[in-house]
């Protein structure tokens, strides 16, 4: 069920919408089950989801384990900083922070921000036209942002250059690894 | 120090200068040359041969071991090894047993290096080496090691922890001979330290620098610095913080490394607008000596075709940290001719190892990991895995293997197909798990592992298995030195199988597997041969275990408690081992020295 995001003066409400729901769960079905369980030891509703995937003759074996899916200390043995190599670097991004460079055209340097300090478009680009002192422009989906010589964009995790406000705004977060502040006309 | 022997050689030197030359007794004449023969023994089992046939021999030998292994630190005291062997160059220390690695074990066990580099450092003062193994080493010991060996060249750290990066920095900044400097798999405290400025400003003989496993950010302007003034830097392993561009940054100035990890493998943030990224390829080229490749923590798959110039060379590829699917791993694995050891996350499926065994003809080391390590992860690799390996590499000598589905005929394939097979480890993560296309016990796998591959030492077994399993074990593993069981067994028949059948047994680790006290008492005639036991959730009692301490003066009998276990005659684990010493003093509260 997907609405078509509505810009209501610049306001993305989808975005600041209250959902249940962790950061990013728009993306495909299985990177966020991978996600959540990495985090997390078993917890009923893990164990609930396992049972109900097992297929015909491995279950005949779990019906003689006992009945709590609960991880076993210390098995598979697996060394704990190998299992964590997959799930620590999602932890740091969560935790601590989430640094991305910003550049503008035309402006010798580079800023850093912390996308996890904002909660909403709105917020970021009243920052970002703070710090470069600049204007953005009205933002459609159609056009794009109207009225000033500057387009905020970013690079998402596929290396490709996307316009800000086109994806939700936890997908725009989860996914964004740089920002570039684009002058002149398209 | 002169010690005796030194004397007596100068005397008989000087005799002979001055004309007042006595013959040697012929008794001495026989421990001269004996001396001089064993110093050409290196196989410390040879030498421990020698030290048997006679006191004079035992002397000799004594004298003449430079190279010190001791494969369980308190199977003897500092003391007693210090006054056995006094000329010792090298020491190999093991401390707590490898189920400790997965928290079975509460911390602060022991395995202490304080009261042995603390000896050493007055008793052995051309200490050139040190390898230590699951040790408790502090950054005062390391202090201490880098203050007492002016010759000091080789520390090896393995899965060690109590120290950190100012431990790090007083080995830099102290060992002006320092030639390698081995970090794997350690945890390391970050103090923040930049040990890698502490290296000699003016030039090192640094061979090999390992230090991935190392979880905090390095000084890396002073890395760059550090590689360009080792000329003779060969081996190079490289922490997550180091990204693509700085690795080649270090790579052309060192295109005689041997052996790199490479890093995160990923860009970091730091490259500036508008440049162009580096050419890889080329680095990669340039480095002709390569065969050992590892690294890989954070790979961004897009820069793997960087390494296909050196693909060809490489007799070592880890990616055992490189979430690659199929068709990366295709790419890269075609061009592996030559290799020989390969560790790999299962995240490349089946199909990625039939693509191995396509191509890599002299592997004899293959290690699968699960890139989701739970019982009931999804399991992209199988039998057909193991078959695949199997009929394409059959000069496979050793395998460690995760799954979550498995078959006797893959197990039972790969027994004939391999029969170079020493060490034999297969992981069927889910518990209890049957063979999933017949239902039947993996017994008859196993069995025929140890049946065929005759020259196997080492086994760790897993899946549902009976009492079977052990009985093949016990009649056919004659050569079995290792073996590790987890969740299998039906009786303490299984047990007695075992310790009845395998001669070679110096390791046994079981974990919750139904063997009780009458299991552990058929081992009495055994357990001074082996190196330890490991039991923990088995069905032993207090008593059974106070039984074997009573029987046995020479065994240290360990029982040791979770640390929440509020019952105090209650406890998890049995650890045992032989000694030669009292039973320790350093043990913590919740162990118990029976």
Redesign the interface.
Known sequence: MEKPVVYDNGLNLEATELRLGLPGTNEPEKQTS?SA?SKKRASPEMAEE?RSK?SS??S???D??PPA?A?????????????N??QQ?KGEAEGAGM???V?MDGAPY?RKIDLKVYKSYPELLNALENMFKFRIGEYSEREGYNGSDYTPTYEDKD?DWMLVGDVPWEMFISSC??LRIMKGSE | MPEPEVDTRRREIAGVLTGEFQSPSPDQVLENVLENVLLFLTSRRDRNAVSLVCKSWYRAEALTRSDLFIGNCYAVSPRRAIERFRRVRSVVLKGKPRFADFNLMPPNWGAYFTPWVTAMATSYPWLEKVYLKRMFVTDRDLELLAQSFPAFKELVLVCCDGFGTSGLAGIASKCRQLRVLDLIEDEVADDEVDWISCFPESGTCLESLIFDCIECPINFEALERLVARSPSLRKLRLNRYVSIGQLYRLMIRAPQLTHLGSGSFSSSDIVAQGDQEPDYISAFAACRSLVCLSGFREIIPDYLPAIYPVCANLTSLNFSYANINTEQLKSVICHCHKLQIFWVLDSVCDEGLQAVAATCKELRELRVFPIDAREDSEGPVSEVGLQAISEGCRKLQSILYFCQRMTNAAVIAMSKNCSDLVVFRLCIMGRHRPDHITGEPMDEGFGAIVMNCKKLTRLAISGLLTDKAFSYIGKYGKLVRTLSVAFAGDSDMGLKYVLEGCPKLQKLEIRDSPFGDAALRSGLHHYYNMRFLWMSSCRLSRQGCEEIARAMPGLVVEVIRNENEEDKDGFEILYMYRSLERPRIDAPEFVTIL
């Open positions: 991978t369980r396992t097992s003759c491995i005949d074996a779990d003689d384990a899916k991880q076993v200390v210390g098995w598979p043995p697996v060394r704990s900083y190998r299992k190599s997959f670097r640094y991305v460079k550049g580079l290396g690894k740089r």
